[in-house]
């Protein structure tokens, strides 16, 4: 088989591994669906990561601390259904990772049930031993400090950069380092000062994807409806590429207007059957004319052919 017609492969590890040591920029943005997979991974981007996000951008929760297994391992198939490249990263929920045993029972069920290639989970240094463990199982992993949405309201609630003072800023070091020497091939930082995530970039020998931490990480990770403008809210640290929100509700409102018009469907959009065959089906065929037996105008819709 030549090198044309092989099937698409699947990114690894090492291959993420490699592009980082060649100095490209990683580009990574969640997926949630089918289709979205299926179109992202056409437009060549690298990573896709099954977001806990799902929860409020998808599914309409207040916080991802609602997001289950079951919702998780669902979408996540999608996704691995819809792509072919792309290394398929499942965010793994609140409380899926809380031991070891845990750990590698759901983090499995990515792997075994969905057809992840990867895991994410939060926390540094409090998720040192289990990074280490779900590695030496044979379980890539990403790694995620700074803001972790998961112990929202352990950081009191409301939405804020990390990192700021000294104290932040030398946790989120030995953060960062704990999870690499856990064995994690990448990790997110999310919102921390652009300083910050530049120096813990320069420190690591793995990949940072940063969100609002500045453009000075390894590569950058985007919620897909921030970036195709389709939630009613644009994070500072978003930048909308399309505005799909305004043209879905176009659309919408001009199919509406169509229909109440009666200009939906039109002859492109409507099959027709040859005009002598219908008057066969309904016993205004010659033939039936010629018995008298059928009424005038047809066969009754209630009366048994």
């Given amino acids: 088989m030549s090198a044309s017609t092989d099937p698409p492969r699947r990114l690894t590890v090492a291959d993420i591994a490699k592009r980082y040591g060649d100095g490209e920029r990683l580009p990574m943005l969640t997926a949630y669906d089918y289709p979205t997979a299926q179109t992202l991974d056409e437009a060549g981007i690298p990573l896709l ?13 207040e916080s991802t601390v609602r997001v289950t297994m079951t919702e998780m391992l ?8 819809g792509s072919q ?19 590698l029972e759901n983090a499995g069920r990515f792997l075994q049930e969905a057809g992840a290639q990867a895991v994410k989970i939060e926390g540094g240094v409090r998720s040192a031993r289990v990074i280490e463990a779900m590695v030496k199982a044979g379980i890539p992993v990403q790694g995620h400090i700074g803001w972790t949405p998961q112990a929202q309201l352990g ?20 953060d960062a380092l704990a999870v690499q020497e856990a064995g994690a091939f990448s990790i997110v ?5 652009a300083q910050l995530a530049t120096a813990i970039t320069e420190r690591l020998r793995i990949p940072t994807i940063g969100i ?12 897909i ?20 929100r305004t043209t879905i509700g176009e659309a919408a409102r001009a199919y509406a207007a169509d229909v109440a018009a009666g200009a939906f469907p039109g002859d492109a959009e409507t099959v027709r059957m040859d ?30 052919l």
């Fill in 275 to 304: 005009d002598a065959v219908l008057d066969e089906a309904l016993g205004r065929g010659e033939s039936d004319r010629a018995g008298a037996s059928i009424p005038v105008g047809g066969i009754p819709l209630d009366r048994d």
């Fill in 85 to 103: 490249r792309a290394m398929v990263i499942g965010d793994m929920p609140f409380l899926t990772y809380s031991t070891v045993d845990e750990a």
């Fill in 189 to 193: 930082l999310e919102l921390m000062p």
């Fill in 155 to 174: 950081m009191g609630g409301k939405v804020k950069v990390q990192g700021k003072d000294r104290s932040q800023a030398r946790s989120l070091l030995a």
């Fill in 74 to 81: 669902h979408h996540t198939k999608a996704v691995v259904r």
């Fill in 225 to 244: 409806t921030d970036l195709l403008g389709l939630g009613d809210f644009v994070p500072r640290h978003a930048r909308p590429y399309a505005q799909l």
């Fill in 49 to 61: 990561l099954v977001g806990d996000s799902l929860g409020q951008v998808l599914l309409g929760y």
């Fill in 212 to 223: 609002g931490a500045g453009p000075g990480c390894s590569g950058q990770v985007q919620v």
